[in-house]
């Protein structure tokens, strides 16, 4: 039977609950969003995640936002957590389905615009994915 309390205990690494790696994911994806510019066939305009404007301009900036970001999603319901991961997930699964190799790989493109190369950018993702896909299996084994 599924139990959303299941969700909220705090049983992955560091003391971290399934909660908050929806709400670490969804601020990360959010994050992405906002990097890559708009795509004309898009009826959204993404808005700034949380915090944004707290990113430290330091070469360990992701450790400290992440923290920032648990701080602040922790008095958040979890159904409104979800409710942003699903939604923010599937607006950046449909804005990378867009993207075009030259998108991807040409400096002078996307990443000019930007500041920095795509690619990693948007295989980061995946292994993102990957990497908390692997704790949350270590909970039931």
């Not at 990693?120 to 949350?136: D, R, T």
Request: proline share 9%; aromatic share 8%.
């Amino acid at each position: 039977m599924y139990r959303p309390r299941r969700l909220l205990d705090p049983r992955l690494p560091n003391g971290q609950s399934v909660k908050d790696v929806l709400a670490h994911l969804a601020w990360w994806d959010q994050w992405l969003l906002y990097t890559l510019p708009a795509d004309q066939n898009t009826a959204h305009t993404p808005i700034a995640p949380p915090l944004v404007d707290q990113i430290p301009a330091t070469d360990h900036w992701a450790d400290e936002m992440n923290a920032n970001v648990y701080t602040y999603n922790q008095p958040r319901e979890l159904s409104t957590i979800q409710a942003e991961f699903t939604v923010t997930r599937s607006q950046l699964l449909q804005r990378v389905s867009q993207l075009s190799i030259d998108d991807l790989y040409n400096p002078d493109g996307i990443a000019a615009m930007i500041g920095q190369p795509v690619a990693p950018l948007i295989l980061g993702i995946y292994e993102h994915y990957e990497e908390h896909a692997h704790e949350l299996e270590q909970i039931n084994q």
